[in-house]
């Protein structure tokens, strides 16, 4: 149990444009989701807080109009990196939480902007 | 908000050694520990983890010991195998801050067969 998918895998933009990462959570409802980014050899940074049908929580220093978060429904969430530029590049990974606490995370998203 | 520290940085173990990670904490409203696994390019998985009404559990070859006292928090892996080799995060997460992780900086762990 307590399966998190995220789609998609990997992802190649070009500067400018936007893309959007999926987040799901395949067998148990998610109270809360939570987007982490990663650069190498790093520790996980969390960028926001998402809470079904309310607006996310952003962290200090991450900017809510360039990190569009949707939490549409108890099973999904999405990140919109919208703007994309080189400097977003990072591995982009979501957590679940489904109210004991732990986080289960997907496998996250590679996003290189070139 | 919490400060979660995490020593050592990297660790290099025979295979059969024990491994040692130990973490400290700033906020002793603190009330929940848990140890994540990441193996390069991968999603961190949970191996393990504790709450603050207990002071130790244990996995088969992995245990984690809290001493609330102190803040610090441990795992400890017995019997290493080479596939124990990751990057191992301990966090700690405030019952009033919407349980938000926050993560020590990581353990490389290298066990050599």
């Known amino acids: 149990g307590a399966v998190v998918s995220q789609h998609p895998s990997r992802v190649i933009c070009k500067s400018g444009t936007s893309v959007k990462i999926e987040c799901r959570s395949l067998d148990f409802q998610a109270t809360t989701m939570f987007w982490y980014r990663q650069f190498p050899k790093q520790s996980l940074m969390l960028m926001a807080t998402?809470?079904?049908?309310?607006?996310?929580?952003?962290e200090q220093g991450v900017e809510k109009d360039k990190f569009l978060i949707n939490h549409a429904s108890l099973t999904l969430s999405t990140l919109t990196v919208t703007s994309a530029h080189p400097e977003d590049s990072s591995f982009y990974i979501c957590?679940?939480?489904?109210?004991?606490?732990?986080?289960?995370f997907g496998p996250g998203t590679r996003l290189l902007v070139l | 908000g919490e400060n979660v520290e995490q020593h050592p940085s990297t660790l290099s173990v025979q295979e059969g050694d024990s491994a040692v990670i130990k973490c400290t904490y700033s906020d002793s409203a603190s009330n929940y520990f848990p140890w994540y696994k990441q193996e390069l390019g991968k999603r961190p998985q949970l191996i393990i983890d504790?709450?603050?009404?207990?002071g130790e559990k244990k996995d088969q070859r992995i245990a984690v010991t809290l001493n609330k006292t102190a803040k610090h928090f441990s795992l400890h892996i017995t019997e290493t195998q080479p596939e124990d080799s990751a990057v191992y995060f301990c966090?700690?997460?405030?019952?009033?801050?919407?349980?938000?992780?926050?993560f020590g900086a990581g353990t490389t762990v290298t066990v050599r067969a």
């Open positions: 966090a700690a997460s405030l019952p009033s801050n919407d349980y938000k992780l926050s």
């Open positions: 998402s809470n079904e049908g309310s607006k996310a929580t952003y």
């Open positions: 957590s679940a939480e489904g109210g004991s606490e732990t986080q289960y």
């Open positions: 504790i709450r603050s009404n207990v």
